[in-house]
């Protein structure tokens, strides 16, 4: 079960992903600033490959049951990077310029297999 937080556009905007069971995953939103009531938390229950949970006011979190490793599962994360990017610049109320766009996706899926590959992470 681990954390990864990832700064996206400047250091006040954040990504976090996680890997682990239900009961770590409502920990990190917790600990987040999520209100688990809102979250749909129990969508992990229905054996999703991922979700992103976006909560008004809270940094998105990106959670999966395991570290990605095969294809489909770096697929899965960079189908739910969209969603927390695609969040992020809702709440600035930017028009997602899509090289931007792009690379900031790019950069939650580089970040979160580079700290993978070297267990760089809590």
Not at 34 to 41: F, P
Not at 73 to 85: D, G, K, Q, S, W
Request: proline share 3%; charged share 25%.
């Amino acid at each position: 079960m681990k954390e990864i937080i990832i700064p996206i556009l400047n250091d006040e905007y954040k990504v976090i992903v996680c890997f682990g069971n239900q009961k770590y995953i409502k920990k990190i939103l917790k600990a987040w600033g999520h209100d688990l009531q809102s979250t749909g938390v129990d969508l992990l229950n229905d054996n999703r490959r991922g979700t992103t949970f976006n909560t008004n006011g809270c940094h998105p979190v990106i959670a999966l049951p395991t570290e990605p490793k095969t294809a489909s599962e770096i697929a899965t994360l960079a189908h739910e990077a969209v969603h927390a990017i695609g969040y992020i610049f809702g709440m600035i109320e930017q028009n997602a310029a899509e090289e931007v766009y792009a690379h900031s996706v790019g950069a939650i899926v580089r970040i979160v297999l580079e700290k993978k590959n070297k267990k760089t992470y809590k």
